[in-house]
């Protein structure tokens, strides 16, 4: 499962994006229900959640009204899969108690766990922006998780579930970065740093959000629930200049050697400002030298995550079977409704779907399925055989997905 910054700015080009928002200003763009129906689906988030020994209380996260819950009140000690150590996992009860409450759940560096994830995660970083690791946020009708805060990273949030209204502030933190010097300023600060309100976006299933490093933002779910992927794009910066030259110097003889003895004369004080400045025009100098610069463009180029790619049987020269149902069935089988409230009437004797594309003349066996199919969030073959067994599951399917009522997840 491949895409492409086109395809993730789509309608918009991707040469008016970094002309006119890229690191200038935030990005609302809507789309359609289908556009990130691979992204990520309820189903998918449930089989994610199956993977019990999986999640720590770092990587799974619940948040009530802005406040986290303790680990202690969702998780309990198990045995890590690494390491005798312990480690504090969720259990399944306890979080179902605090999701009953209302709690958000945060799903944390999951950018490689599905094809779907992986796909937004490898487009943002295939254009060079750096490297994306995603969050995943799941909230309900007017619990908002967290208060008016920056990121320090750019963001691209990805709404694959139900409506969330984000706030977007005026104020912005100067690329803010990820240190102390920032993580601990208050919320006090924030409150007054945000300024006044700039924008209040609704972002609907299928949209796309793009926040600048350091661009004060709030959000609050406005449908039943919300599922958005907010994939955090870490750019690579003058620290990391700074890193590759503290190697580079290693190996030159004048930052080797002992800085000047200060006894608190204006001579030894001058002494060391002249090295000082001395080894300030070395570091110019370096930033020349063509051996850095080559290292320099080569971290740029490859800064960005390692995932995916394996294939065991074809590094054995084996090629597994796969008919094109099942690749075009996609991951476990699954289709996910894109209808939009889209449901069959009746007409005289005749029973109609109303679809993008026109009315779709359906029988009245059919209608029926039909009507229990877009009534859910996803399905699949076996699940709609055994509601309606009369039906013919994989015509009716068929239908639906020609009809863009339904796409593979």
């Given at each position: 499962?491949?895409?492409?910054?086109?395809?993730?700015?789509?309608?918009?080009?991707?040469?008016?994006?970094?002309?006119?928002?890229?690191?200038?200003?935030?990005?609302?763009?809507?789309?359609?229900?289908?556009?990130?129906?691979?992204?990520?689906?309820?189903r998918q988030i449930n089989r994610l959640l199956d993977m019990t020994h999986a999640w720590t209380s770092q990587s799974l996260m619940l948040v009530l009204d802005g406040k986290p819950v303790p680990a202690e009140q969702y998780c309990t000690l198990a045995p890590g899969r690494d390491t005798n150590a312990q480690l504090m996992q969720p259990v399944t009860d306890r979080v179902r108690e605090w999701i009953a409450k209302g709690a958000s759940m945060v799903m944390n560096d999951v950018d490689s766990l599905t094809p779907g994830l992986a796909s937004v995660s490898n487009a943002i970083e295939g254009a060079g922006l750096g490297k994306a690791q995603a969050n995943v946020y799941i909230s309900w009708q007017s619990?908002?998780?967290?208060?008016?805060?920056?990121?320090?990273?750019?963001?691209?949030?990805?709404?694959?579930?139900?409506?969330?209204?984000?706030n977007i502030w005026e104020g912005r933190a100067e690329w803010p970065i990820s240190h102390p010097v920032f993580r601990s300023q208050t919320q006090e600060h924030h409150e007054q740093a945000k300024g006044k309100l700039r924008a209040r976006v609704l972002l609907k299933a299928g949209d796309l959000l793009y926040l600048p490093r350091g661009w004060y933002h709030d959000a609050l779910a406005e449908a039943p629930s919300s599922v958005h992927v907010a994939y955090g794009a870490h750019a690579v910066n003058g620290m990391d200049l700074m890193t590759i030259l503290g190697e580079r110097v290693l190996y030159d003889t004048a930052f080797r050697q002992p800085l000047?003895?200060?006894?608190?004369?204006?001579?030894?004080r001058?002494?060391?400002?002249?090295?000082?400045?001395?080894?300030?025009?070395?570091?110019?100098?370096?930033?020349?030298?063509?051996?850095?610069?080559?290292?320099?463009?080569?971290?740029?180029?490859?800064?960005?995550?390692?995932?995916?790619?394996n294939d065991l049987l074809a590094w054995r020269g084996m090629a597994p079977p796969q008919t094109e149902e099942a690749a075009g069935a996609g991951e476990a089988g699954a289709f996910r409704v894109v209808a939009g409230g889209a449901k069959p009437?009746?007409?005289?004797?005749?029973?109609?779907?109303?679809?993008?594309?026109?009315?779709?003349?359906?029988?009245?066996?059919?209608a029926e399925a039909a009507q229990w199919v877009l009534g859910r969030p996803d399905v699949t073959e076996a699940e709609l055989s055994k509601a309606h067994p009369g039906a013919d599951a994989a015509g009716?399917?068929?239908?639906?997905?020609?009809?863009a009522l339904l796409v593979a997840t």
């Open positions: 499962m491949t895409m492409t910054l086109a395809q993730l700015l789509a309608p918009m080009s991707v040469e008016q994006f970094f002309a006119e928002y890229h690191d200038k200003q935030p990005l609302h763009l809507k789309g359609d229900p289908a556009k990130f129906a691979s992204v990520l689906s309820w619990h908002k998780a967290f208060h008016a805060h920056y990121d320090t990273h750019d963001v691209w949030a990805v709404q694959v579930e139900g409506e969330k209204t984000w000047p003895r200060q006894d608190g004369t204006a001579a030894a001058f002494a060391l400002t002249q090295r000082a400045g001395q080894l300030g025009q070395r570091l110019a100098e370096l930033c020349k030298d063509p051996k850095v610069m080559e290292v320099l463009e080569r971290f740029v180029a490859d800064y960005r995550y390692q995932r995916g790619g009437v009746r007409r005289g004797a005749d029973w109609v779907l109303k679809t993008p594309s026109g009315a779709l003349a359906l029988s009245p066996g059919e009716l399917i068929s239908k639906l997905r020609d009809a």
